[in-house]
């Protein structure tokens, strides 16, 4: 018996949390690291089950189903919320007898690997999506010169017959001319799509930082998404935004950021009664700030704080890769900015400030 109560009493010396349950779950002691970690006290857990403290249902299922079956160890991955803080936890169940039957429970905290390993992934997808990227501007180059040519013969064409009604006397002059119009601002728009499709397709993560006007960077960036959000039916409210204020940035990345936020917003919003996004630009000093709101109801302060971890989605299951906000948060912080949720504003509302004078820097 003393024995194993000195092998009970060695677990006081490891580095990691350890816990001893009775087989009706209940907790009967634990090591100092653990009252550490989950920062209790021993009078508070002793004698209470094991949900008082974990009420994972994963968990509470997978402990449920080691005790029933004939395993002597077993072990899980777990996330969960301590002190407003997700922290990744390996639970290691060990039966074991010591005046009666006990199950011992080892909790490493695995944050560090976890996130280590998520990294490797984010780069990993990362290298994956701009080799897709890389494809795909070539593929777009070739589109765009294979569009271009017959739209620059549609536009010629369109010109001289605009010129030729103008200068004749015709009965049908106006309702000429207005079709005629309609062909010229179609085929400007195409030009406009092919623009920023372009711009967008490329890998600007090496372009140097370049003085940019901002309202020419968000209108290019609209381009490519305003027709899907009139298809959706949402307003797209454009703050006034200075025509002389401009920025030293990666102007294709800005624009990745612009249209990643806009496409969460849209996704966030279909199925609302009141539905609008909500674009502004400050110049707050130091920095420009961009706002971007719309018409859902606030992201949950629990959950702020993960949005830009890599795979963490509010989308549902095949919806979502999870990594959009954590690729512009790289990308915002390689311009020397923040992004963050404004939890002071009734609707939901994202905003990343981005340093001035970043021009120098290449």
Known sequence: MNKNLDSLNALQYLPISATWLDHQLNFQGGNAQFFSTFNLKEEQIIGTHFTSLFDSYALISFINDFVQNKLAHSEINQSLQINNKLIHFKFLFQKYESNGDKIVVCIEDISSLV????????????SMQSSRMAILGELTSGIAHEINNP????LNHAEKLRNHFLSTDSSNQEDSIRR????????QRIEKIVKSLRMFTRDGSKDPFKNTSISSLINESLEICSETLKYHQIQLIIDSIDPALTIDCRSTQISQIILNLIGNSKD???????????IEVADIGECVRFSLTDSGNGIPKAIANQLTEAFFTTKEAGSGTGLGLSISKTIID???GQLF???????TKFVFDIPKGLS???
Request: charged share 30%.
């Open 115 to 126: 996130e280590k390993n998520q990294e490797l992934e984010v780069l990993r997808t990362k």
């Open 151 to 154: 739209l620059t013969i549609i």
């Open 180 to 187: 005629i119009d309609k062909i010229l601002n179609t085929s």
């Open 268 to 278: 966030a919003i279909l199925n609302l009664d009141e539905k609008w996004i909500k």
């Open 334 to 336: 390689s311009h020397f």
């Open 341 to 347: 949720v404004d939890h002071d504003c009734l609707n």
């Open 360 to 362: 120098e820097i290449t």
